[in-house]
Each structure stands twice: as structure tokens, then as C-alpha cells.
């Protein structure tokens, strides 16, 4: 939905080792947001983006940072992937604060 | 922000009416109810929102009580394509930006019986 695509769609990596999860919009739309998403637990807001530039913390931030230098793109790394990090991520942006929430397919990360 | 609170899980016959309730007891004035489902591992799809008023699509309706500390998702012939996870959120906001965050409790895990 809303031209939301993340990539990887599935990521295996090792404990201490830093990865990077893109998601890319086509829709211009200005708020963009990542989650994850545990059995047990819903979907926890990690991180959102208000603007380029503009990001602010979630619910359950630590271990992860965010970029946004591009309306389209919002990147989320983990510095030194912990294997209490294997979740599912998702993506989902909104126009404006009365629209609703387009979600991404997700991308499902391993760490061993 | 206001919290949400759903049964874990549902049962409902094929093409009965699926009526799944949420409590929002804690909801403020300016925040709206949302409700999205989740199929499988597929992302969050949005269903429908209000703020006081009842509301209908072609989706299903959305029937919010008086008080607004309630409120009821009806979808009104369900399918096994409804077999699903439903999130009743209230959105809150953070007034200096405007900003919309949404936060997503465990939801409701709806099962259609044929």
C-alpha cells in the first residue's frame, strides 16, 4: 500500500554486527514510522520521522537510531545487532495526521 | 496516551456479523479510534476510524458509545478472508508537532468458522 517498500524482506546476521533496514516511499507522504513486532507483544513503536531531518524516539528505542535525509527514505540500524533484536519490522508512513497508516510487507531479522 | 483494551481472542461463523468490542475508558476529546487487522505476517491494513460519531465503509461500521469509553468494529457478513488480528488503537498526539503516533496494543485474533 502507499508505494511502501522495505528491504531486506529477510536479514540473517550475527550478534555484534551492524545492520541496516530501508524503507522507501513513493507517496511524499511526510511522517514515516518503524515498529516491531513480537509475539505477545503487538506492534512497539520504535522510532517515527515528522520530516527530513525531524525523528524522534518510540516506546522502544534502545539499541536502534534512525536517519531520514530524504522525504522518500527512513533507515533504521541496529549498531551492534543483540539477538533480543529478532523481530519483525515494520514500516508505515501517513500523509498527514488525519489520513491513516500505510504498512509496509515488513522484514524479518534474524540475529544469531 | 489512552490505553486500549480487547479480548485476545474470537470466534465467528462464516457470514454472521463479527462484532468485536474495545475498551478505551482513559480516551481524551481530540483522540480518534482506529482500527486496522493484520493477516498472517502482512502489515497492518487500516479498516476504519471516528471520532463520536458512528461510521461505515465498505469495510465494516464503527459504533462508538456516548461516553466514547467503548466502542464496537462490526463487520456484517464475515468471510474466511476476515480470519485475522484486529487492533482497536486511540491515536494520540504530541501538540508542539502535530505529530500522530499510534501505539498498537496485541489486539483481538479473530477466527471465521465455516
Known amino acids: 500500500d502507499a508505494g511502501i517498500t522495505q528491504s531486506p524482506r529477510h536479514k540473517v546476521t550475527e550478534t555484534g554486527t551492524p545492520v541496516t533496514l530501508r524503507c522507501h516511499q513513493t507517496?511524499?507522504?511526510?511522517?514515516m514510522y518503524w515498529y516491531r513486532q513480537d509475539p505477545g507483544h503487538g506492534l512497539r513503536l520504535i522510532h517515527y520521522?515528522?520530516?527530513?531531518?525531524?525523528?524522534d524516539k518510540g516506546e522502544v528505542s534502545d539499541g536502534y537510531s534512525v536517519s531520514r535525509s530524504k522525504t522518500e527514505d527512513f533507515l533504521l540500524t541496529l549498531e551492534s545487532a543483540t539477538s533480543s533484536q529478532t523481530s519483525v519490522y515494520f514500516c508505515?508512513?501517513?500523509?498527514?495526521?488525519?489520513?491513516?497508516?500505510?504498512f509496509g510487507s515488513g522484514t524479518q531479522l534474524s540475529v544469531l | 496516551d489512552a490505553k486500549t483494551t480487547q479480548p485476545p481472542s474470537m470466534d465467528c461463523a462464516e457470514g454472521r456479523a463479527a462484532n468485536l468490542p474495545c475498551n478505551h475508558s482513559?480516551?481524551?476529546?481530540?483522540?480518534?479510534v482506529y482500527w486496522y487487522r493484520q493477516i498472517h505476517s502482512q502489515g497492518p491494513q487500516y479498516i476504519i476510524h471516528?471520532?463520536?460519531n458512528n461510521e461505515t465503509n465498505e469495510m465494516a461500521s464503527l459504533i462508538i458509545t456516548e461516553d466514547r469509553k467503548s466502542s464496537t468494529l462490526i463487520l456484517p457478513h464475515a468471510t474466511l478472508r476476515d480470519t485475522a488480528v484486529y487492533y482497536c488503537?486511540?491515536?494520540?498526539?504530541?501538540?508542539?508537532?502535530?505529530?500522530?503516533?499510534?501505539?498498537f496494543g496485541t489486539g483481538t485474533r479473530l477466527t471465521i468458522i465455516p
Open positions: 488503537i486511540v491515536r494520540s498526539f504530541k501538540s508542539n508537532f502535530g505529530n500522530e503516533k499510534l501505539t
Open positions: 508505515a508512513t501517513t500523509g498527514t495526521t488525519n489520513e491513516k497508516l500505510f
Open positions: 507517496e511524499n507522504h511526510r511522517y
Open positions: 520521522s515528522y520530516g527530513v531531518k525531524d525523528t
Open positions: 471516528g471520532l463520536k
Open positions: 482513559t480516551i481524551s476529546g481530540n483522540e480518534y
